[in-house]
Each structure stands twice: as C-alpha cells, then as structure tokens.
C-alpha cells in the first residue's frame, strides 16, 4: 500500500504563485508514476499533470501548460506542482494520485492509491 498526503493549498489572488507537495510513504518502490487531478464545485475532476518516477518525463492539460510545473524529490518521495499566473478558474480541490504500472496518465480510474485532496482557491 501507498499513502499519500498533500500539502500547500491555500487562499491566493490572481496571477499569484503557490506550490503543492504530495508525501508518498509505504510501497514507494513500486509506484510508476504520480500525478495531480483537480475537482472543482459542480465538476468532475480532471487530470492537471503527471510525472514518471523513473526518467521524470512530465505531462499536462493544456489549460495549465507554460504556467504549472511538476515535478520530483524521489530521495523524498515527493512531489510538488508549481502554480504561477494562477486564474480564478483553477479554484478547486487538488488531489495527488499515484499509478504502479504505465497506464494511460490522464485519466483518473488508471491510478491506484489517492490523497485526500488541497483546497487552492483563487481570488480575482
């Protein structure tokens, strides 16, 4: 089993920076690839980008391209998502996953162990 836990969300203005980490602890070794999903009210949730554990290969929804950035600490087995230029739109909850075999990335039924999401909220 993996457990993960989030960290760093938070109440922030528009255009505003803030960075989010994902603590993965247990089975470690035998996660693939992790990644960030966000729900926001009313919504279903959606894949916002992911990275490979091994090689650090890095993807993303083209709503957060050129302003997000993942990536990863694997002596801490964390991960972190920047977010700069931050919109009112990406207000939600952000939740970290984590995937053991190489699966299709984007979509949220191929992970396998979740955290329990960070609220970021963004004021305009």
Known sequence: QVQ????????VQAGGSLRL???ASGRTSSIYAMGWFRQAPGKEREFVAAITIIGGSTYYADSVKGRFTISRDNAKNTVYLQM?????????????AAIRVPRQLGYADGYDY??????????S
């Open 21 to 23: 980490s994902c603590a």
């Open 84 to 96: 700069s230029s931050l919109k009112s739109e990406d207000t939600a909850v952000y939740y970290c």
């Open 4 to 11: 993960l836990a989030e960290s760093g969300g938070g109440l």
């Open 114 to 123: 979740w955290g329990q999401g960070t609220q970021v909220t963004v004021s």
